[in-house]
């Protein structure tokens, strides 16, 4: 060409030619982009959009303000959640809503990262569709990955265009297919939580969880027909908390129902009731595409130490688990267990909704539960660890019990040791319930008595008296596999459980069967616990003279014991006794002679309950002055150890001094108070007397 134009025209070639022919020379793509984007036809490679949807408006909005196409960046979405939650189903719903604001094309490619029948798609064979897809002829295509996502880039460049690229393994299959151009649109979805994406690309994560009820049940009615979800309504509640708003186990069992037509959905509900069986039923009718092929996806990208934990985590029967249990469980050492768990919320296997908090879903659980081979060693850590951790929490209140052997603590095992026992007790109540139930099913009938003795202090503090009911109960059950001693604790503290609900009878019955146990001669400190039980429901009942009987009996048990806390409660309750029955200083007597002790061995709560005593003494004697003054002080002192428990009381007993002392806003606002204790721990009675005389004392002002 330059001879030619040299012989011809008597010139060199201009800088336009010159430049053209070099890139000849160098194969540039983008001489591949000019061809390709004359000849190829606009890709419209959505798949069908999802036949059954429903909910998710929230996730929709929030996929279109991530997407909205910007001047100067190209728009990147992340759908991250676990396998059969319904990524996919978001994203095709999204996309073909918004098919218009993207005139040049939609390009989609399933990449298989996570898939039961096929390894994940290489980068490569992805981008090369891509290009056959956008009219790139064979011969043009480079042959190495870098220049074929140049060239891939460069054909998308100035057009609007959205990519969905499907089930992505990780970040690095994914970079390479990103377009350059700020008018295209990427929607991932993947297990993973493309992390890399995020902090490279700028990609905008969107978490994808469980539907609510109200989503799942038009899920369902949608495939199986508003009239027999009607006919029915208990078995599709039951359906519903089975499949727990997981859209693949909705699908399935939707499924199943169109396919019985004849089957009451009530009979579908009894096959997924046994846990055991759950799994197997709901995949019975499709294997490759059930809950066990989509997690066997995720569980292959684990590794050994990573499969382990995920098995091992099942076993945890709570809504959700702490690191500490998790290594108790795993019998790992913290700082690898942190790291395993990590990995395993990066594949969507956890979720951790509160820092340090990681949980599963029910049938995630259930596949995890599958894959255990031994769980004995497992479970003997995992229940000595809430037993031990309990165990550190309660005695930081610092509150005098009895000595209890509690179950052997083993080496590999490290117990939490709680800087606020009531915020620990608060995080793992729940769990140490369903702990609780799952040693009943076990036989472990020690480590169901010791965690109903570790929550006492707790549950009496925040007024959860329901809770301590439930943990006693258990514990009951088992009561014929201990010895006498425990026995006796166990009916023990039965009867003072069922007292704090008011239900009187059934709490003398135990307390009486407790004092039956005890060897009145040589066990002085459970004959001192269990007469002063059986006077605190006598208080209750305000029957003041036996009260009185079994106190002083537990006055002089606790003389014997010689443990100054325990002499100190009982002369505060002979006090409050005496003082019912008019024998005021007599009652001042032993309660100044308690307040003493306390006071000197820094026992705040019980200075609280003695003070309190000394205002009532103070309020029977016409002191109501000296009254509002114990009162406040030991309202004070409870919210400082924040026991909530008997705070309504005191707040009553402050009203009536104020009332007392002419001061009718102070007396109702305390009434309030005292009112709003009491309905919280559902103490219907105490309401009911105190709405009475919130009544009274606004009749004078509604009369105005």
């Given at each position: 060409?330059?001879?030619?134009?040299?012989?011809?025209?008597?010139?060199?070639?201009?800088?336009?030619?010159?430049?053209?022919?070099?890139?000849?020379?160098?194969?540039?793509?983008?001489?591949?982009?000019?061809?390709?984007?004359?000849?190829?036809?606009?890709?419209?490679?959505?798949?069908?959009?999802?036949?059954?949807?429903?909910?998710?408006?929230?996730?929709?909005?929030?996929?279109?303000?991530?997407?909205?196409?910007?001047?100067?960046?190209?728009?990147?979405?992340?759908?991250?959640?676990?396998?059969?939650?319904?990524?996919?189903?978001?994203?095709?719903?999204?996309?073909?809503?918004?098919?218009?604001?993207?005139?040049?094309?939609?390009?989609?490619?399933?990449?298989?990262?996570?898939?039961?029948?096929?390894?994940?798609?290489?980068?490569?064979?992805?981008?090369?569709?891509?290009?056959?897809?956008?009219?790139?002829?064979?011969?043009?295509?480079?042959?190495?990955?870098?220049?074929?996502?140049?060239?891939?880039?460069?054909?998308?460049?100035?057009?609007?265009?959205?990519?969905?690229?499907?089930?992505?393994?990780?970040?690095?299959?994914?970079?390479?297919?990103?377009?350059?151009?700020?008018?295209?649109?990427?929607?991932?979805?993947?297990?993973?939580?493309?992390?890399?994406?995020?902090?490279?690309?700028?990609?905008?994560?969107?978490?994808?969880?469980?539907?609510?009820?109200?989503?799942?049940?038009?899920?369902?009615?949608?495939?199986?027909?508003?009239?027999?979800?009607?006919?029915?309504?208990?078995?599709?509640?039951?359906?519903?908390?089975?499949?727990?708003?997981?859209?693949?186990?909705?699908?399935?069992?939707?499924?199943?129902?169109?396919?019985?037509?004849?089957?009451?959905?009530?009979?579908?509900?009894?096959?997924?009731?046994?846990?055991?069986?759950?799994?197997?039923?709901?995949?019975?009718?499709?294997?490759?595409?059930?809950?066990?092929?989509v997690l066997s996806c995720s569980h292959r990208a684990l590794t050994a130490e990573q499969a382990q934990v995920f098995a091992l985590l099942g076993l945890h029967p709570g809504p959700d688990i702490s690191l500490g249990a998790a290594a108790a469980l795993s019998g790992l050492p913290v700082a690898l267990v942190s790291r395993v768990l990590r990995a395993l919320e990066r594949?969507?296997?956890?979720?951790?909704?509160?820092?340090?908090?990681?949980?599963?879903?029910?049938?995630?659980?259930?596949?995890?539960?599958?894959?255990?081979?031994?769980?004995?060693?497992?479970?003997?850590?995992?229940?000595?660890?809430?037993?031990?951790?309990?165990?550190?929490?309660?005695?930081?209140?610092?509150?005098?019990?009895?000595?209890?052997?509690?179950?052997?603590?083993?080496?590999?095992?490290?117990?939490?040791?709680?800087?606020?026992?009531?915020?620990?007790?608060?995080?793992?109540?729940?769990?140490?319930?369903?702990?609780?139930?799952?040693?009943?099913?076990?036989?472990?009938?020690?480590?169901?008595?010791?965690?109903?003795?570790?929550?006492?202090?707790?549950?009496?503090?925040?007024?959860?008296?329901?809770?301590?009911?439930?943990?006693?109960?258990?514990?009951?059950?088992?009561?014929?596999?201990?010895?006498?001693?425990?026995?006796?604790?166990?009916?023990?503290?039965?009867?003072?459980?069922?007292?704090?609900?008011?239900?009187?009878?059934?709490?003398?019955?135990?307390?009486?069967?407790?004092?039956?146990?005890?060897?009145?001669?040589?066990?002085?400190?459970?004959?001192?616990?269990?007469?002063?039980?059986?006077?605190?429901?006598?208080?209750?009942?305000?029957?003041?003279?036996?009260?009185?009987?079994?106190?002083?009996?537990?006055?002089?048990?606790?003389?014997?014991?010689?443990?100054?806390?325990?002499?100190?409660?009982?002369?505060?309750?002979?006090?409050?006794?005496?003082?019912?029955?008019?024998?005021?200083?007599?009652?001042?007597?032993?309660?100044?002679?308690?307040?003493?002790?306390?006071?000197?061995?820094?026992?705040?709560?019980?200075?609280?309950?003695?003070?309190?005593?000394?205002?009532?003494?103070?309020?029977?004697?016409?002191?109501?002055?000296?009254?509002?003054?114990?009162?406040?002080?030991?309202?004070?002192?409870?919210?400082?150890?924040?026991?909530?428990?008997?705070?309504?009381?005191?707040?009553?007993?402050?009203?009536?001094?104020?009332?007392?002392?002419?001061?009718?806003?102070?007396?109702?606002?305390?009434?309030?108070?005292?009112?709003?204790?009491?309905?919280?721990?559902?103490?219907?009675?105490?309401?009911?007397?105190?709405?009475?005389?919130?009544?009274?004392?606004?009749?004078?002002?509604?009369?105005?």
């Open positions: 060409m330059r001879l030619r134009l040299a012989e011809d025209l008597g010139t060199d070639p201009g800088p336009e030619l010159r430049e053209l022919h070099q890139r000849i020379l160098t194969a540039d793509p983008r001489l591949a982009a000019v061809a390709a984007r004359r000849a190829a036809a606009v890709p419209r490679q959505l798949p069908a959009p999802p036949a059954w949807f429903a909910g998710r408006s929230s996730e929709l909005a929030a996929l279109s303000e991530v997407l909205a196409v910007r001047d100067n960046s190209m728009p990147v979405a992340t759908i991250w959640g676990n396998g059969g939650i319904g990524k996919t189903a978001l994203a095709l719903r999204w996309a073909h809503q918004h098919v218009d604001e993207f005139p040049d094309g939609q390009l989609h490619v399933n990449l298989r990262g996570f898939d039961p029948l096929s390894e994940p798609v290489p980068t490569s064979v992805a981008v090369r569709a891509f290009l056959d897809a956008l009219g790139v002829a064979a011969a043009s295509v480079p042959t190495d990955l870098d220049g074929q996502a140049a060239l891939y880039r460069s054909l998308l460049a100035d057009r609007r265009m959205l990519v969905v690229l499907d089930n992505a393994a990780d970040s690095a299959q994914v970079a390479p297919l990103l377009p350059g151009s700020p008018g295209c649109a990427v929607i991932v979805t993947s297990r993973d939580r493309l992390a890399g994406l995020v902090a490279n690309q700028g990609a905008r994560p969107l978490a994808v969880g469980l539907l609510d009820d109200s989503a799942a049940s038009v899920l369902l009615g949608s495939r199986v027909g508003a009239a027999r979800l009607a006919a029915d309504p208990g078995a599709v509640a039951e359906l519903l908390a089975l499949c727990a708003g997981f859209p693949l186990a909705l699908s399935l069992v939707a499924g199943r129902a169109q396919t019985r037509p004849g089957f009451p959905l009530s009979a579908l509900a009894s096959e997924l009731r046994d846990a055991g069986s759950r799994l197997g039923v709901l995949d019975e009718d499709d294997p490759g595409a059930g809950i066990t092929a594949l969507s296997l956890l979720h951790q909704d509160v820092p340090g908090r990681w949980r599963m879903h029910d049938l995630v659980r259930l596949f995890a539960v599958e894959q255990v081979s031994d769980s004995s060693d497992a479970l003997r850590r995992f229940m000595a660890f809430y037993v031990h951790s309990s165990r550190l929490a309660d005695e930081s209140y610092g509150v005098i019990a009895q000595g209890v052997q509690f179950v052997a603590l083993p080496a590999d095992c490290q117990p939490d040791s709680p800087s606020d026992a009531s915020v620990w007790f608060d995080t793992e109540l729940a769990c140490l319930l369903a702990v609780q139930r799952l040693a009943v099913e076990l036989g472990q009938h020690d480590v169901v008595w010791q965690l109903a003795w570790n929550s006492v202090t707790y549950c009496y503090r925040r007024g959860l008296h329901f809770d301590n009911l439930a943990f006693w109960e258990a514990a009951l059950a088992g009561v014929s596999h201990v010895d006498t001693l425990t026995a006796s604790l166990i009916h023990r503290l039965v009867g003072r459980a069922y007292s704090r609900v008011q239900r009187f009878s059934e709490s003398l019955d135990q307390l009486q069967f407790s004092l039956s146990l005890v060897d009145r001669e040589h066990d002085a400190v459970n004959l001192c616990r269990t007469e002063q039980a059986i006077a605190l429901v006598y208080k209750r009942l305000q029957e003041w003279q036996p009260a009185l009987d079994h106190q002083l009996e537990a006055l002089s048990a606790a003389r014997r014991t010689g443990e100054p806390i325990w002499i100190g409660e009982s002369l505060s309750l002979v006090g409050t006794f005496a003082a019912r029955l008019g024998r005021h200083a007599w009652a001042r007597q032993c309660c100044e002679e308690a307040l003493a002790l306390f006071q000197q061995h820094q026992d705040i709560e019980n200075e609280a309950d003695v003070t309190d005593v000394l205002g009532v003494i103070a309020a029977n004697t016409g002191d109501h002055l000296t009254a509002l003054r114990h009162h406040q002080r030991a309202l004070d002192l409870y919210r400082q150890i924040g026991n909530s428990s008997v705070i309504g009381h005191t707040l009553a007993d402050l009203a009536r001094a104020h009332l007392a002392l002419g001061h009718p806003d102070q007396a109702r606002s305390a009434f309030e108070q005292s009112l709003a204790v009491f309905e919280r721990q559902s103490r219907d009675t105490e309401a009911a007397d105190i709405r009475q005389s919130l009544a009274a004392l606004l009749v004078p002002s509604q009369r105005c």
